[in-house]
């Protein structure tokens, strides 16, 4: 694993576990904060703590956050903060800047001045969490970023007869990239492969196709 350089801005309990977390996985963390208290909390906990106001591109600039793999802006309430922070680093030339957005709005902003990725922390796992208690036959999801996931669904008799025949593509447009069987798997199944009621389906596919396909279900 190559170790990573990672600039955490904000230090709030998601900035922090952010930070300790990446340390504690071996990579080198600057985590920042305005707030002294913050930043005294993560003093032993990561490679260097230092009181910062990221909202200053020259206090940016002097903790070289150009020279950062990654750049993680976790600053909580203050949308200005949050969005200074960010132009900042993005101006300083930072190749990879990950926010945290509160709401929507923050979100598009974010986004719209040059953040390569948003998220919504409460809001994202308040959505995986209702998925999970809605939909207890997926056995697992893997979120591949950009709306897109990788889902294990259960076929039911809403989904009996070959891959052809329900053409899942089409109609959902999702893919088929594995089908499982009493323990044996097929991967890349063909087109004439049989569907059967409690076969394993493991689909690719943007978020909302998925939805519609387990709304076919009826899960």
């Not at 509160?102 to 040059?114: F, H, N, P, S, W």
């Amino acid at each position: 694993m190559k170790t990573k350089q990672c600039l955490v801005i904000g230090l709030g309990r998601f900035g922090t576990a952010v930070a300790t977390t990446l340390y504690e996985m071996g990579h080198e963390v600057v985590a920042v904060d305005h707030h002294e208290e913050n930043v005294e909390r993560v003093m032993n906990l990561v490679t260097h703590a230092a009181i910062v106001d990221a909202s200053d591109e020259r206090a940016l600039r002097a903790i070289g956050a150009a020279d950062f793999d990654v750049v993680v802006v976790a600053i909580g309430t203050d949308v200005q903060a949050n969005i200074l922070a960010t132009m900042n680093a993005k101006s300083l030339g930072a190749p990879y800047v990950v926010c945290k957005a509160i709401d929507e709005m923050a979100r598009r902003v974010l986004e719209r001045i040059g953040a390569d990725l948003v998220i919504r922390p409460e809001h994202d796992m308040g959505v995986r969490l209702a998925r999970q208690i809605a939909t207890p036959n997926i056995v697992d999801t893997l979120d591949l970023g950009g709306d897109h996931a990788i889902v294990e669904i259960e076929a039911n008799e809403r989904l009996r007869g070959t891959l052809r025949d329900l053409n899942l593509t089409g109609r959902f447009n999702v893919q088929v990239i594995a089908v499982s069987r009493a323990g044996k798997v097929e991967v890349t199944p063909r087109a004439e492969h049989d569907v059967r009621p409690h076969d394993k389906l493991v689909v690719i596919g943007h978020s909302h196709s998925i939805d519609d396909l387990r709304r076919y279900l009826g899960e």
